[in-house]
């Protein structure tokens, strides 16, 4: 198994303000959410039907999907509201000198 580490996502500079900011990593599409609780990082990809939450519509806390409008919490991932019922995947993050890391 590979051994995990904090790696670089996103200079806190770049993010948009009490918003949600799309980043890539890889291959994975990332959405990195501005909350009231802190910074929050999730699969960008909607956990019931795969739309791009970095489209929904955002509040601070949480991120209802574009396209049926399923709402999660964007600081735990959990589903809030129908047809969401499954998790998002959410990634470890941290600031660290002034970068959005991810632990992966
Ligand atoms: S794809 Fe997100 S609620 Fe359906």
């Not at 990593?25 to 909607?46: E, H, M, N, Q, R």
């Not at 959990?78 to 970068?99: F, Q, Y």
């Amino acid at each position: 198994m590979r051994e995990k580490f904090w790696r670089d996502l996103l200079p806190i500079a770049e993010l948009e303000q009490n918003d949600v900011t799309p980043a890539k990593y890889g291959t994975l599409d990332l959405a990195v959410y501005d909350t009231t609780d802190g910074i929050f990082v999730s699969l960008a990809k909607c956990s019931h039907q795969g739309a791009n939450l970095c489209h929904g519509y955002f509040d601070g806390k949480y991120i209802e999907c574009p396209l049926h409008q399923g709402l999660f919490d964007a600081r735990t991932g959990e589903p809030k509201a129908s047809p969401a019922t499954r998790k998002l995947i959410m990634l470890e993050s941290r600031i660290h000198k002034g970068v959005i890391q991810i632990f992966r």
